[in-house]
C-alpha cells in the first residue's frame, strides 16, 4: 500500500507570494491533518480535513487555509508570504478523524523557503 | 501556548544502555498520548501509544511511562541501538480535539 505522499518536496518562493502544497492520503483513508514544524517549535497543529469538511483549525493566521477534495486529496495554501512561513510542511493520513485516536501516517513533507 | 513540552533538545546514550526521553503536559484533559519517531527527510513514524487510564505500555525494547499527577511522560529504549538514532517527538491528545505536539528530542546512540 502506498504511503501519504506530498508534493512538491522542496519549494522556494519570495515574500508576498502565495504557495499550494498538495497531500495524497493513504488510500482509504479520509482524515487528512496539516502541520507547520520549525526548530524550536516541533509540530503545530494548522487543520484537519475530514471527508471534505474542515473539523479542526490549529491558532494560525487566516493566510493559511485548506482544502480536501472528494477523493481525499488535500491543499493547503498560503498567501501572502512571510519570511516566518520557512518551515517543514507535514502532512498526515488516517482512516478516521484524530480525535478517535486513529494512528497519523506521516509523509515526508514539503520544505518550503521564503526568500 | 506550548501545551506539550520536551525540555531536553538532545541525549546521548551508549549503544546497550537504556534511554530515557521526557515529556510533560500541561492540559489534565490529555487523555492520549503517543511517541513518535523521525528520520531526516522522513516524516514522523508512530512508535507507541499509552491512554490515560493505564500508567505504563511496552512493545518490545520500547516502553512508555504515564505520571498523570506529575503530567509527565518518558520514553525508555532498552537497549538502545545505533538505528534509534533519531528526532523523538511525544504527542498529546484531548479527545474530540486535535494532537499536540512537543518540540522534539534528538537522540544520538553511540556505538
Known amino acids: 500500500k502506498a504511503g501519504v505522499t506530498q508534493t512538491p518536496r522542496y519549494l522556494i518562493k519570495t515574500r508576498g507570494q502565495q504557495v499550494t502544497l498538495s497531500c495524497s492520503p493513504i488510500?482509504?483513508?479520509?482524515?487528512v491533518s496539516w502541520y507547520q514544524q520549525t526548530p524550536g517549535q516541533g509540530l503545530q497543529f494548522l487543520f484537519e480535513?475530514?471527508?471534505?469538511?474542515?473539523?479542526n483549525k490549529g491558532n494560525f493566521p487566516g493566510r493559511f487555509s485548506g482544502r480536501q477534495f472528494s477523493n481525499s486529496r488535500s491543499e493547503m495554501n498560503v498567501s501572502t508570504l512571510e519570511l516566518g512561513d520557512s518551515a517543514l510542511y507535514l502532512c498526515a493520513s488516517s482512516l478516521a478523524p484524530q480525535g478517535d485516536r486513529d494512528t497519523q501516517y506521516f509523509g515526508p513533507g514539503t520544505r518550503l523557503t521564503v526568500l | 501556548d506550548q501545551q506539550v513540552k520536551q525540555n531536553s533538545p538532545s541525549l546521548s546514550v551508549q549503544e546497550g544502555r537504556i534511554s530515557i526521553l521526557n515529556c510533560d503536559y500541561t492540559?489534565?484533559?490529555?487523555?492520549?498520548f503517543l511517541w513518535y519517531k523521525k528520520y531526516p527527510a522522513e516524516g514522523p513514524t508512530f512508535l507507541i501509544s499509552i491512554s490515560s487510564i493505564k500508567d505504563k505500555n511496552e512493545d518490545g525494547r520500547f516502553t512508555v511511562f504515564l505520571n498523570k499527577s506529575a503530567k509527565h511522560l518518558s520514553l525508555h529504549i532498552v537497549p538502545s541501538q545505533p538505528g534509534d538514532s533519531a528526532v523523538y517527538f511525544c504527542a498529546a491528545l484531548n479527545t474530540g480535539n486535535q494532537f499536540y505536539f512537543g518540540t522534539g528530542t534528538s537522540l544520538t546512540v553511540i556505538p
Open positions: 488510500s482509504g483513508h479520509r482524515s
Open positions: 492540559n489534565s484533559m490529555f487523555d492520549y
Open positions: 480535513y475530514f471527508s471534505e469538511t474542515q473539523r
